[in-house]
């Protein structure tokens, strides 16, 4: 079985400063997806960011960026220019292609001071 | 306008008794999930669909029902046996994997609070 892991619960970044939240995982598939979904006080599940297996660049989408290390099995996402809307609750995910379904990491808190 | 809805938002439930939750979706999509999420925690697995007429259990099924009649409709059940159902509550759907041009992404509905009173 697939399991997610993200070992900071909260973080907290300065405004327009850098973030990185960190994600690892154990799998022994060879094609999934990962991803970065942010939830926000009104609880709605929002995709951030997502990555390919076979792919060797990292997915980047404006201020989000992900540092995917296929071999460690490691699925970071830094947020740059910190802005007071991304406090949010980060939920790291991983789909395989057996079964078809999202295994969670437990989450971190973010919070972003003005 | 495409998308999951999930109704009702808020529900409350007396002991004893059996509810439902409604999920909708018209984004053609063949699989669908029912999520639940407690309090400062994760996101845990109740029940998967990949087709009409078939479901697996997720990791806590217990307690729960659904039934996929149609194509875009998966709805749950919170049934009397479901000792501790306050919680939030998020339907799922995606393409097959390896199917489609949306990647293999989840979409999610806005969620539904349940509480027992």
């Known amino acids: 079985a697939q399991t997610v892991t993200q070992s900071q619960p909260e973080m907290s970044v300065q405004e327009a400063e850098t973030v990185t939240l960190s994600c690892t995982y154990d799998t022994s598939e060879s094609d999934y997806y990962l991803f970065w979904y942010k939830q926000p006080p009104s609880r709605q599940m929002i995709l951030v960011i997502r990555q390919e297996a076979y792919k060797q660049q990292n997915a980047t989408e404006n201020r989000f960026s992900v540092n995917f290390q296929k071999a460690a099995k490691s699925f970071s996402l830094k947020i740059s220019d910190s802005q007071l809307g991304d406090a949010a609750m980060y939920f790291c995910?991983?789909?395989?292609?057996?079964?078809?379904?999202?295994?969670f990491g437990g989450g971190t808190r973010l919070m972003v001071k003005p | 306008d495409g998308g999951i809805t999930q109704s009702p938002k808020y529900l409350f439930r007396k002991e004893g008794q059996n509810v439902t939750l409604s999920c909708e979706q018209n984004?053609?999509?063949?699989?669908m999930y029912w999520y639940r999420q407690d309090p400062g925690q994760g996101l845990r697995l109740i029940y998967y669909s990949q087709i009409v007429n078939d479901f697996q259990k997720g990791d806590i099924a217990e307690g729960y029902s659904v039934s996929r009649e149609k194509k875009e409709s998966f709805p749950l059940t919170v049934t009397s046996a479901q000792k501790n159902p306050t919680a939030f509550y998020l339907c799922?759907?995606?393409?097959?994997w390896g199917q489609g041009s949306t990647g293999n992404t989840i979409y999610f509905g806005e969620g539904s609070w349940l509480t027992v009173v």
């Open positions: 984004l053609n999509h063949d699989a």
């Open positions: 799922a759907s995606a393409e097959l």
């Open positions: 995910a991983y789909r395989g292609n057996a079964g078809n379904m999202l295994t």
